[in-house]
């Protein structure tokens, strides 16, 4: 079989006519058109942050992806594996003696092997390098992984007899009898033998390969007949075939051909079907009783079927398939790898994502689950999940994606749900611990009540605490004591009695925790609703129409705000008019120069609208800048989104915080062709204060009676000269009278 590039040359000579001295590239490449059409379609990885559940779907999603009846364990993206991957491709797993499981995933440039015993923890164990390719492909017989790419290297024996001591051991390379490029690779643990599909020898037909020595794979015979793109192989134990090896090959434009393998030297045909509307047969897989065999067509869809198509062969008969229905998930997306676990089939389909099916009636399919991995798109093309693997027997499922790397998912929704009834600090006094408490509810699972702890996060490195209960069906653990203008990250972490971890914020602490800091208020140091003006300058000079405009929204048109951010009636809009929305640009709103002279914690915040309808527009840019506007940097750049979003920005992050510091918002339509909506609102500018000495209620410098007095009037309400809420959590009540007693008797240093 020819590299990729050779393969994708190969067809555009065919097609100009111009393969005079190629016949055999020709065929070869004719076979092999759905691969480059995979060659011709650009893939782009898209950057992440990974993410840890377990997550049910919140709204129809997890994480920004459509989601139902699934959590999601883990997602590790292409940009969190070795080597500087561009594009996954196929993933399967293994168990060993142990019962501890493991993920094989394929990327440009070799295989990365991973500890998902814990779902939600997954830990990469090694990588086994090889040649570039879009495509690569792992199998395991035994406690031996073997792999192949179309990148060359022969077949790629990977020892897994140590993964439990967190050691694999890439063994050899082995290439023999001319043998270097695959384009798949199968396996039949019951016989022991691996098949090599659309190799570069054999015609590209199915080579079977004995592991009798597990680390010298060797080639024992071939049916050459035709091409074979993938194949399943099993050994029956009764019936008409009992003792015979048969072979089920996806044969692309052919359909199924069945081919009995039980003599590895003479390999002969014993039927075949092409089901109607054959473009591409891809992949297989037989139902566990192995009467049924679920089929994907890589090209029908856009030409046979308007939907994704999988169709039903009756294989009751091996020499006789015929079909008898077919189903799909109502997706437009071509379908790709599928297998069966018991009445299940899970199919990774490119650009729907995961689609799980009851098979139980399989002439009636039901689809129950599903995890769209490629959110942004619906369509027919070659982008998103490759493949799955769902054989393990925690029930933890792989799904592999070209751009965006591995997913971990089990079925169902089961989770325990964090919740915080008292609220939680959002600043503490300095000297003084601030308790927090959590309730922590089964929703389908069941907690272990000794796994609940606080970690906490600061400048000194992690603290871990354990929380203990507090008879009202909660949980406590106490932030330390910090000074003053220290910050706190911190999150809430457990475990349901079937060991999974679970952790509250979302995907804390990769993506950050709760976030709290010792102060004692809050200096205001800009604050603008609209409602006049405070010197705000916008240029609108490169629009022809929808400039910025301080008005009140209207909601005109699909995309345009029907009120402002913070219900005060004003904002800042593209469009003094209703419905009229932005076309040229770009279009700049600049705030007045703020002084954040010594300031070093100072956050700006900001709501924003921007939304587009059509073609879409740059993404609206909000930057800032210390020297007045001479120079900007970018903050954060913003798609288009429905609704308001807030946003809290540390300027020190970003530029020093000099007394020239401006805030600058972009939006643009240069060509026109969209309708595009921006909005600005509810500006703040804000900074921590901090009075080391709480004690010192009055404020005097002074430690005396007068301090207990004046905090004992506020506790009681006849005053108002602080904040008597001293642990901060929302409520004034004797918690916080006894923290004074503690501070007032420990006094000031």
Same mark, same amino acid.
């Given at each position: 079989m020819h590299s990729p590039n050779k393969a994708f040359f190969s067809v555009l000579l065919c097609a100009a006519g111009l393969a005079i001295s190629l016949p055999a590239a020709c065929a070869m490449a004719q076979m092999q058109n759905s691969d480059w059409r995979k060659l011709a379609d650009p893939i782009d990885l898209v950057p992440a942050e990974p993410v840890f559940g377990p997550l049910t779907p919140q709204e129809g999603e997890i994480a920004g992806f459509p989601a139902s009846n699934v959590t999601l364990m883990a997602w590790l993206p292409l940009t969190e594996f070795p080597n500087n991957q561009h594009s996954g491709n196929d993933c399967w797993g293994y168990t060993s003696p142990s019962g501890r499981e493991y993920a094989f995933y394929g990327m440009q440039s070799g295989f990365s092997v991973l500890d998902v015993t814990d779902p939600t923890s997954p830990a990469q164990l090694g990588f086994v390098p090889g040649n570039n390719s879009v495509w690569r492909d792992i199998k395991v017989i035994g406690q031996y992984a073997y792999g192949v790419s179309e990148g060359g290297l022969g077949i790629q024996v990977i020892d897994l007899r140590?993964?439990? =001591?967190?050691?694999?051991?890439?063994?050899?390379?082995?290439?023999?009898?001319? @043998?270097?490029?695959?384009?798949?690779?199968?396996?039949?643990?019951?016989?022991?033998?691996?098949?090599?599909?659309?190799?570069?020898? !054999?015609?590209?037909?199915?080579?079977?390969? =004995?592991?009798?020595?597990?680390?010298?794979?060797?080639?024992?015979?071939?049916?050459?007949?035709?091409?074979?793109?993938?194949?399943?192989?099993?050994?029956?134990?009764?019936?008409?075939?009992?003792?015979?090896?048969?072979?089920?090959?996806?044969?692309?434009?052919?359909?199924?051909?069945v081919i009995d393998v039980t003599d590895k030297s003479n390999m002969f045909r014993i039927g075949s079907f092409a089901y109607p509307g054959t473009h591409y047969c891809h992949q297989a897989w037989l139902s566990e009783d192995r009467r049924y065999l679920f089929t994907n067509d890589e090209m029908d869809e856009g030409t046979s079927f308007a939907v994704t198509t999988t169709h039903v062969l009756d294989v009751s008969n091996p020499a006789a398939p015929y079909e008898v229905t077919t189903f799909t998930s109502g997706s437009a997306s071509t379908d790709h790898n599928l297998y069966v676990v018991g009445d299940k089939a899970f199919e990774a389909n490119y650009m729907s994502g995961l689609r799980v099916f009851d098979v139980s009636n399989p002439l009636d399919a039901q689809q129950i689950a599903y995890l769209d991995t490629s959110p942004d798109l619906d369509q027919v093309g070659y982008h998103g999940a490759w493949s799955n693997y769902p054989f393990f027997a925690s029930g933890t499922i792989l799904v592999s994606d070209i751009e965006r790397g591995l997913f971990?998912?089990?079925?169902?929704?089961?989770?325990?749900?964090?919740?915080?009834?008292?609220?939680?600090?959002?600043?503490?006094?300095?000297?003084?611990p601030a308790q927090v408490r959590a309730v922590i509810d089964g929703n389908g699972a069941t907690l272990e009540p000794d796994s609940v702890e606080l970690v906490v996060l600061t400048a000194?490195?992690?603290?871990?605490? !354990?929380?203990?209960?507090?008879?009202?069906?909660?949980?406590?653990?106490?932030?330390?004591?910090?000074?003053?203008?220290?910050?706190? +990250?911190? @999150?809430?972490?457990?475990?349901?009695?079937?060991?999974?971890?679970?952790?509250?914020?979302?995907?804390?602490?990769?993506?950050?925790?709760?976030?709290?800091?010792?102060?004692?208020?809050?200096?205001?140091?800009?604050?603008?609703?609209?409602?006049?003006?405070?010197?705000?300058?916008?240029?609108?000079?490169?629009?022809?129409?929808?400039?910025?405009?301080?008005?009140?929204?209207?909601?005109?048109?699909?995309?345009?705000? =029907? +009120?402002?951010?913070?219900?005060?009636?004003? !904002?800042?809009?593209?469009? !003094?008019?209703?419905?009229?929305?932005?076309?040229?640009?770009?279009?700049t709103l600049t705030s007045p120069a703020f002084d954040f002279t010594g300031r070093e914690l100072a956050e700006v915040h900001f709501s924003l609208w921007y939304d587009v309808e059509g073609i879409p527009a740059p993404q609206m840019e909000v930057e800032l800048s210390d020297d007045n506007g001479a120079t900007w940097t970018l903050v954060e750049a913003f798609p288009r989104e429905s609704g308001w979003r807030a946003r809290d920005v540390r300027v020190a992050d970003f530029v020093q915080p000099t007394s020239q510091v401006r805030l600058r918002f972009t939006a643009s339509n240069v060509l026109g062709v969209a309708t595009v909506e921006a909005g600005v609102d509810d500006i703040r500018v804000t900074s921590p204060l901090c009075d080391a000495c709480t004690a010192d209620y009055n404020g005097d410098g002074e430690l005396t009676t007068q301090d207990f007095l004046a905090y004992l009037n506020d506790f009681t309400g006849s005053t108002n000269i602080g904040n008597p809420d001293l642990n901060g959590d929302g409520a004034v009540n004797t918690q916080d009278f006894l923290l004074f007693l503690n501070l007032y008797a420990a006094g000031c240093d």
């Open positions: 140590q993964a439990d =001591s967190g050691v694999v051991t890439h063994v050899r390379n082995k290439m023999q009898n001319g @043998h270097t490029s695959t384009h798949n690779i199968a396996s039949n643990p019951d016989s022991g033998y691996l098949y090599l599909c659309g190799a570069n020898i !054999a015609n590209g037909g199915l080579v079977a390969v =004995s592991t009798d020595d597990p680390e010298n794979p060797t080639i024992v015979g071939a049916w050459t007949g035709r091409y074979v793109h993938d194949a399943q192989i099993v050994t029956y134990d009764s019936g008409p075939y009992a003792g015979r090896e048969i072979a089920y090959c996806c044969v692309a434009g052919s359909g199924v051909n971990i998912l089990r079925l169902g929704e089961d989770r325990l749900d964090f919740s915080f009834p008292d609220g939680l600090p959002e600043q503490i006094i300095p000297g003084a000194g490195g992690q603290s871990v605490s !354990a929380m203990s209960p507090d008879g009202a069906g909660g949980f406590v653990a106490d932030l330390p004591a910090g000074v003053c203008l220290e910050e706190y +990250d911190f @999150h809430f972490r457990a475990k349901d009695t079937a060991g999974r971890s679970y952790v509250e914020p979302f995907n804390a602490p990769v993506s950050g925790g709760f976030q709290t800091r010792v102060a004692t208020g809050t200096e205001v140091i800009f604050a603008d609703d609209f409602q006049s003006d405070q010197g705000w300058l916008a240029d609108n000079s490169q629009a022809t129409s929808g400039g910025w405009a301080r008005v009140q929204p209207t909601g005109g048109n699909a995309v345009e705000p =029907s +009120d402002d951010a913070d219900g005060s009636g004003l !904002a800042f809009v593209t469009g !003094a008019n209703p419905g009229e929305s932005l076309h040229g640009g770009p279009v």
